[in-house]
């Protein structure tokens, strides 16, 4: 666009055609700008659900949930494999473990944790102790069920990632574990004294949902 014109010997400015340009010049600017600062606002919670992850894994292999952990698994275990038990009377020492990953749905909910970095950590885990407690999480007679409705929505977005990998179709949740994997799960609590079967680090310690796909 020329911004200039010659008028009588005389250089004339076309203010109009300076103006123009120089507000399209502020718009590829400004959305430069913003596009650079979107991408640190990506980049920072991105560390920061990583070091949010960093800190619930922490907490989940510290002693004092260990103990939680090992105490559901001793009040579901008996010689003669799972113990029974009722909506109206579930086993105690479940609602410390579920009320955990009822924590973590609530950061996945706010977008403090991506959904498949908890699946890649902590799904082998939680999965096993959801079925055996689905009655309690998901019942209508149970009394709990809006506590644990996060809960539910983050396993069913779990489910859909491990049941894409294992490159089967669509399924209720729960037929992914079934009692035998349950009870080897709580055993497996039991015998480790809560510690993952294997660990690997890339940034940052991680468990992987090896399990059902050793079984699978």
Known sequence: MDAS??????????????QAVATAALVVTSVAAISYAGLQLRH?????????????????LSEK???VRRRLAESRLDDEGLKPWTVEEPPVSAFEVLDFYEHLSLLV??????VYDVWHTFYEWAQPVYVDMQPLIESEESSYTEHYRDLQKM??????????????????????????????????ELKTSGRPRRIRRRHQTQLTATRLRDDA
């Open 44 to 60: 920072e919670r991105d560390y920061r659900a990583v070091e949010n992850l960093e800190k619930q894994l922490s907490f989940f």
């Open 65 to 67: 949930f260990v103990a």
């Open 155 to 188: 396993m069913r977005q779990m489910d859909e990632i491990q049941m894409d990998r294992m490159q089967t179709q669509k399924g209720e949740h729960w037929a992914l574990w079934t009692p035998e994997r349950i009870i080897e799960h709580y055993q497996y």
């Open 109 to 114: 909910k706010k977008g403090h944790l991506d």
């Open 5 to 18: 014109k010659e008028a009588g010997g005389h250089l004339v400015v076309n203010w109009e055609a300076v």
